[in-house]
């Protein structure tokens, strides 16, 4: 099993910017792809960014410019530095790992961003 543990969410002004984290424990494989996904209230949830192993990354249209996505292997850690921020970010933020074997979703944290 693995498990995904997000950080670094919170409230931020229309304008403001944030970093969330996400680590990652357990029977972890390599190669493997690390993303953000979002749901926002009343809205399926959608894809932000990902990145492989070879920091190969790839990002939604609605945050290309704005958010980065990165990763440190040695710690199985993915983050994302997110500027900018717009109303239209508000959502929870989930990261997903996904591996040989299948995906794997953290819990979630919570972004809200003020207009």
């Not at 920091?55 to 939604?60: G, R």
């Not at 921020?85 to 959502?91: G, R, V, W």
Request: aromatic share 10%.
């Amino acid at each position: 099993q693995v498990q995904l543990v997000e950080s670094g969410g919170g409230l931020v002004q229309a304008g403001g910017s944030l970093k969330l984290s996400c680590s990652a424990s357990g029977r972890i494989n390599s190669p493997n792809d690390m993303a953000w996904y979002r749901q926002a209230p009343g809205n399926q949830r959608e894809f932000v960014a990902s990145i492989s192993s070879d920091s190969f990354a790839d990002y939604a249209g609605s945050v290309k410019g704005r958010f980065t996505i990165s990763r440190d292997n040695a710690k199985n850690t993915v983050y994302m530095h997110m500027t900018s921020l717009k109303p239209e970010d508000t959502a929870v933020y989930y990261c997903v790992l996904t591996q040989w074997g299948g995906d794997y979703w953290g819990q979630g944290t919570q972004v809200t961003v003020s207009s």
